[in-house]
C-alpha cells in the first residue's frame, strides 16, 4: 500500500469560504482558498476540517485537481462539527489539514475505458474523478456514469448532471429510488442501470462510491460483466480522525493493520475481498 501523505498534510493551515451554496436540505457545497497556496490533492483523497471550539472531521474533496487555485467540498450535515458547517458562509475561515489518503489510480486507468458508479453522496468524491477526466478527456477510452439517489429532490450537482447527460463522449445514466410526479428518468436502483452498459471486462476500470450496503449488489453486477476484482475501485468510510494512522479509529481487521485514512479510502475488491477472508 502506499501512503500519500505530503509535508503540508501534518500542519494546519486556513482556508477562507470563497463560495458556499445549499445543495439540498441535508447538504452544503463550499468552495475554498488556501491562504498559502494549492491543496495539491488527487482525486479520491480527503481533508480533515477544522472549526476552532467545535472540532474536526474528514471531508471528501470533490473538485478535480486540473481546476487549481480553490478546492471543493460538499458537506452532509451528520455530526456535530458537519452540522455547524451549515451555518458558514463565504468570507469564513476553517482550518484544514491535508490532503490525505490514497487516490483513485488514475494513471492505472489511463489508456482504459471507465465505468463510474456513484450512489447517493458518493457522487461528491467520484465528482473528483468525473471532473479530472473530462478535463483529460483524450486520454481514457469509453466514459459511462451511472447515478442513484432516494428522490430527485436529493440529487447533488443538478445542472452539471445536465451537462454530462449532453455530452457525446460520455454516457450518462440516472435512476432515483422513488419518482416524483415531474421526474421522467428511470426509477428503480442503481444496479438496474448495470445490465444495459457494454463493457469490455479486459480494459474496464469500475469505480464504485455510495454507501456500503449498495456495493455487494453492484459488485455482484460488476462479476456478472467479467470485470477483473483488481480492476473494481472501491472508496469505504470508516471513523477516521487523525487522518495520519496514529490514532487507530479507522483501523480494518486486517493482519498488515490496514488504516482507513492512509491505505484507502480507495481499496480494489481484489484487496477488500482478501481482506474479509482473514
Not at 481546476?67 to 451528520?78: I, K, Q
Amino acid at each position: 500500500m502506499s501512503e500519500i501523505i505530503n509535508n503540508s498534510s501534518w500542519r494546519l493551515r486556513m482556508g477562507r469560504i470563497t463560495a458556499a451554496r445549499r445543495m439540498t436540505a441535508a447538504e452544503k457545497w463550499f468552495e475554498i482558498e488556501l491562504e498559502d497556496g494549492d491543496l495539491e490533492h488527487e482525486p479520491g483523497q480527503f481533508v480533515q476540517v477544522e472549526l476552532f471550539g467545535v472540532g474536526e472531521a474528514p471531508v471528501s474533496v470533490c473538485s478535480s485537481p486540473t481546476r487549481r487555485g480553490r478546492f471543493e467540498l460538499t458537506v452532509r450535515a451528520a455530526g456535530r462539527l458537519t452540522t455547524h458547517m451549515q451555518t458558514l458562509k463565504a468570507g469564513d475561515w476553517v482550518g484544514i489539514r491535508g490532503p490525505f489518503g490514497r487516490p483513485f489510480p488514475v494513471k492505472l486507468m489511463i489508456g482504459n475505458d471507465l465505468l463510474l458508479v456513484a450512489g447517493g453522496l458518493g457522487i461528491a468524491p467520484l465528482r473528483s474523478l468525473i471532473n479530472y477526466v473530462m478535463d483529460n478527456r483524450r486520454e481514457f477510452g469509453k466514459v459511462d456514469i451511472l447515478l442513484g439517489c432516494k428522490t430527485p429532490e436529493d440529487m447533488l450537482f443538478g445542472d452539471e448532471v445536465k451537462a454530462w447527460e449532453k455530452r457525446l463522449d460520455v454516457n450518462f445514466s440516472c435512476t432515483v429510488d422513488r419518482g416524483a410526479p415531474d421526474w421522467k428518468g428511470n426509477v428503480g436502483l442503481i444496479t438496474s442501470l448495470i445490465p444495459g452498459v457494454t463493457i469490455a471486462p479486459e480494459r474496464t476500470f469500475a469505480v464504485v462510491v455510495g454507501p456500503p450496503i449498495m456495493y455487494k449488489f453492484v459488485i455482484a453486477e460488476l462479476a456478472a460483466k467479467r470485470v477483473p476484482e483488481r480492476q473494481i475501485i472501491l472508496s469505504l468510510e470508516r471513523h477516521m480522525k487523525c487522518g495520519m494512522g496514529k490514532c487507530g479509529h479507522c483501523q480494518i481487521d486486517h493482519p498488515k493493520n490496514y488504516y482507513c485514512c492512509k491505505d484507502g479510502p480507495t481499496f480494489t475488491y481484489e484487496e477488500v475481498k482478501a481482506a474479509s477472508r482473514l
